[in-house]
């Protein structure tokens, strides 16, 4: 065959090879995309080459297979010579695999067969395992139950042969086999009411697994006969132990009791066969009534009713809490003795849970609280009082007492005692203030004898409540809060001089107050603070000593916190004093102001200090002289001698400042005005006046005058160099030569 001459590339006919971008290699990789080939070219080759590249690069493809046809030509012809008879060949083939796969087919087909056969044997066993189950169940039913009607015979048939128990001798058959032992009838008959009881709770256990059988359908009636001699015959047993005392026959009976899953019943009858009739001779339905009112305190109903369980049902409790005896289940202490307290305190003293009479309310509640610890003295573990306290008649009984109703009644009763005391318009003082006996550890003022009378109702013992001790701790700082906005209110009026259009309620007490008062206001909240601080802390944190350190941390730290607020009021206490004594003082000082006309176009000299500086500090020495300030500490009356000095001094100062500055404006006007008058009438300007200015002789006077001020401090024990606006004034009007040294 001749050989194929494909067309050459111009690569190939020139011998120019590919560029070196073109990467053949990249075409044969598994991952190519000629898309992102492409795009990762035409950045720096243009398309036009890329095409004609590419065009290249096939065409010698095409002609590398066809020369490969070409070499090989003789193998691709002899190839289909060799391919003869290929159909028989795969039939041969087929054959054996077509047998295997028809032996196969039967195998399973024989295993299908053998294994439903297995299931059908399997499934017919089960089902007569579930008949011959069923058959054994009814059977065991039928011999429980007939066992159970035989052991009921051999008991008493009425409640009078219960009464007699003692007295009648066992007879034969089961009772006489028990009984070979020498034990009591009662107990013998107790015995064998547990045996029943244990052959009845595996009657229930059949019952309930073999629900909707016609044949237990039938013996219905006999179970429920069987049920309700055993109930009978237990009741009457159970109760003629009671009666006698008798452990062993008690104890048997809770185990039967125990065994059929009836504590509701044991813990009904012994509340009323024995606890009912022990709580009414205590408390009647009737209520009794005392002197024409009824009584409803509780606190020797509750001594009695101890008594009583100490005596008449102690020994059941014990045999209920004995260990290992299986008997935890019963829970007589809430069920059978709280439950008829409760009953009867209910229909025979129900106004004592009503929280109207707070009194009695609380001797009532905190006497029901010792009662209850008195029960769970009865309990023989944690768990114990744990399962006693969540007893639905527990929670019934706590539920009666309405603690939150008792405390808002309080909370009006302490806060409306407050607030009617802070209402008054004035600052009433208590009746006893002239006795100096102990003066300084006694409250002045109505107010703060009112809140610290307050402070202490809150936990008195007669009033607080345990259980509700966070809301006592409460209401004490909302009433130390209430006097202390009382006060600051007060004294942000009087600061203002603003008389509040309801001066009888927080501010016109203030406003009208004398300045001696505020002597007494200042020796009370200095008083508080203290109480606050240390006998009063102390008395809440013992209180509250059960509690955990970092309660007691919170409780301390906000009292603390209250008292603070009260000691954040002692600065403006001590600012109306010192500024209702400046104030008077400062009215002689205005006197100040006629010093220039004394001596304004005169030749008079100073020389002895102004008649008003006597009284400028009259007032002041009488406030300082006064009973009242006895009332005072040392400390707190320099404080308030030394800022009233102060005060006093700085207005001293601003007025003379005001007269010293006036004289010299004038004097300067004065001068301009002689000066111009003398060039108009041609004299010399040159001329020098050797008198004494206006301003110099004030200053004199105003020097001398300062000095005498000095004295009169002194004399009240206040040194005047140590006020920094005597110094000021020292120097804006003394001598030039006397300007560095105070000395007077």
């Not at 220039?596 to 030749?603: D, G, S």
Request: aromatic fraction near 8%.
């Amino acid at each position: 065959m001749p050989e194929l001459h494909p067309s050459r590339s111009p690569a190939e006919l020139f011998g120019d090879s590919p560029p070196h971008w073109l990467e053949k290699s990249a075409f044969n990789r598994p991952d190519f995309d000629a898309e992102a080939y492409i795009s990762s070219l035409r950045s720096f080759v243009p398309l036009e080459n890329l095409s004609v590249e590419l065009q290249a690069h096939v065409n010698s493809l095409q002609a590398e297979l066809v020369d490969l046809i070409n070499r090989d030509y003789a193998d691709f012809v002899s190839l289909t010579a060799q391919l003869v008879d290929v159909d028989a060949a795969a039939a041969r083939m087929r054959e054996p695999l077509v047998e295997f796969r028809g032996k196969v087919a039967a195998l399973r087909t024989a295993v299908d067969a053998s294994l439903a056969s297995l299931l059908a044997g399997l499934r017919q066993r089960a089902a007569a395992e579930q008949a011959r189950e069923v058959i054994e169940l009814l059977i065991d039913s039928a011999h429980v139950v007939s066992k159970v009607e035989k052991l009921i015979k051999e008991l008493p048939s009425t409640p009078t042969d219960w009464s007699t128990v003692d007295d009648v001798p066992a007879e034969k058959g089961t009772l006489a086999e028990i009984n070979t032992s020498g034990t009591s009838i009662r107990e013998t008959q107790s015995i064998l009411l547990e045996r029943i009881a244990s052959e009845m709770n595996r009657l229930k256990f059949y019952v309930s697994h073999s629900e909707g059988l016609p044949f237990l359908e039938n013996m219905k009636k006999r179970i429920h006969e069987a049920t309700s001699s055993l109930d009978g015959s237990l009741g009457h047993c159970f109760v003629n132990g009671l009666e006698h005392r008798d452990a062993n026959a008690i104890y048997n009976c809770l185990r039967a009791y125990a065994a059929i899953d009836s504590t509701t019943a044991a813990e009904e009858l012994f509340g009323k066969t024995i606890v009912s009739p022990l709580i009414q001779k205590v408390i009647s339905h009737d209520s009794p009534v005392v002197g024409g009112v009824s009584s409803e305190l509780l606190e020797g109903d509750y001594q009695q009713i101890m008594d009583f369980i100490t005596n008449d049902c102690k020994f059941l409790l014990d045999i209920s809490s004995s260990a290992n005896s299986g008997l935890h289940v019963f829970d007589f202490l809430a069920n059978s003795i709280l439950k008829e307290v409760l009953l009867s305190i209910q229909k025979g003293k129900p106004g004592a849970f009503s929280p109207g009479r707070p009194t009695e309310f609380l001797k009532n509640y905190k006497s029901s609280m010792l009662f209850l610890d008195y029960l769970e003295g009865y309990c023989a573990s944690r768990s114990a009082v744990t399962k006693f306290r969540s007893a639905p008649v527990y929670v019934d009984f706590m539920r009666q007492w309405n603690v939150g109703v008792y405390f808002s009644l309080r909370f009006q009763e302490i806060a409306g005692t407050l607030d009617s005391v802070l209402t008054v318009g004035s600052i009433a003082l208590v009746d006893d203030l002239n006795d100096n006996e102990g003066k300084d550890h006694k409250l002045l003022m109505r107010q703060s004898v009112g809140l610290m009378e307050s402070l202490r109702s809150c936990w008195n013992e007669d009033v607080v409540v345990f259980s509700s001790a966070d809301k006592f701790l409460r209401l004490s700082l909302q009433l130390i809060s209430r006097f202390s906005s009382w006060l600051s209110s007060g004294l942000e009026a009087r600061k203002a001089h603003h008389l509040s259009s309801n001066s009888t309620t927080n501010s016109g007490w203030a406003i009208a107050a004398d300045v001696e008062d505020f002597i007494y206001v200042m020796h009370d909240v200095r008083l508080l603070i203290s109480e606050l601080t240390s006998g009063f802390l102390a008395n809440v944190i013992r209180y509250l000593e059960s509690c955990s350190a970092d309660v007691l941390d919170i409780v301390k730290e906000s009292i603390l916190h209250a008292a603070k607020s009260l000691e954040d009021s002692v600065p403006a206490i001590m600012d109306a004093m010192i500024e209702g004594t400046a104030v008077k003082c400062i009215e002689d000082l205005k006197h100040l102001k006629g010093i220039t006309a004394t001596y304004r176009m005169t030749n008079k000299l100073p020389v002895r200090h102004s008649p008003y500086v006597s009284g400028v500090l009259r007032p002041l020495k009488a406030f300082i002289d006064g009973d009242r300030v006895s009332h005072l500490t040392n400390e707190a009356r320099h404080e308030l001698l030394l800022g009233i000095a102060e005060r006093i001094t700085i207005r001293y100062h601003d007025f003379a400042a005001d007269v010293v500055n006036v004289a010299r404006k004038t004097e300067t006007s004065l001068l301009r005005l002689r000066q111009g008058a003398q060039r108009r009438v041609g004299a010399s300007s040159d001329t020098v006046d050797n008198n004494i200015s206006d301003t110099e002789k004030i200053c004199m006077q105003i020097f001398l005058d300062i000095q005498e001020y000095g004295r009169n401090l002194a004399a009240l024990g206040i040194r005047a160099a140590d006020i920094p606006a005597y110094r000021s004034l020292w120097q804006l009007v003394a001598p030039e030569d006397r300007q560095t040294e105070i000395v007077f």
